[in-house]
């Protein structure tokens, strides 16, 4: 559902019953307004200082009358004269005359005042789970994509921390092994990992029987703490599938990390963008 006068980032307001996104365009929050039809204006003929006005009674009355008389004649009963002190500083007085008459506004004016209301100072806008603050059409100030997953790792200054998923996520079975071999350049590698089944940490084999006797086995003791078995396990394994996996974890930290540093940046330059525009129309008013 939609104000009447709803139209995008300009008037009126919106609201999505199904996905909860609304949009507000206002200058100031407020019920009604002024129709698009012409209203009555007060139209100010003239404006004097005391000073200004004929000391004599006779010339001030013509004064003012030949005023009233510039009045068109249709609008000339609704004249009228007020008198206003706009004396701000001690001894200096200012008195003044003000004569205004009331007519209809124009089409072009009337025209004029309903573009100028639709050109709001602030509006906030939401469209899923982005929320936009937005100042004379611009934005200043989107947060969002709240449903977005959560990254593995954050970076706050010096420190990574993982998230328990990813900590679960890396850890070896209860029951595992490594067996390794020599290559033709007499180089030991690692030749697989087992995992659950025939596990050497259980004195199982997990070759086939083919090379059985011609591979050398490295059987790892599952019952020291999990520091001594990182110990063990650095020693055997040069270049494996744990270590890239390691190496892209790195890269993905030092990543994100550079793209916190950049998004800290912006965030830094629009907020004092939007201090400078505060600053701007403080000092407008």
Known sequence: MQSDNYVPNISGWKFDKLTGEFEINSAKISVGGLSDQPQTITVTAGEWAASDLPA????????????IFKIPAEYRESAQLTTQDESY?????DIRTTLTYQRPETADEAKSRASAARLPEYSIKKQGDTLTFLYDGVPRIVLGK??????PFAVEGEQVILTQALIDAGKFSPVWGVRTTTNAAGQTVL???GVGLGCMCEGGYT????DKAEKAEVKIDCTVDASKALDQISKLISTTELAQSIESLKVRIEHEHSSRVCADDTLSCRISAVE??????????
Not at 146 to 151: E, F, G, N, R, S
Not at 276 to 285: H, M, T
């Open 56 to 67: 004599s009674a006779i010339e001030h009355y013509a004064f003012i009358g030949a005023e």
């Open 89 to 93: 500083d001690p001894g200096f007085a």
């Open 146 to 151: 709240l449903d977005k997953p959560d990254l």
């Open 191 to 193: 030749a697989g990992v």
């Open 207 to 210: 070759g086939t029987p083919d």
């Open 276 to 285: 400078a525009g505060l600053n701007s129309l403080r000092a407008k008013q």
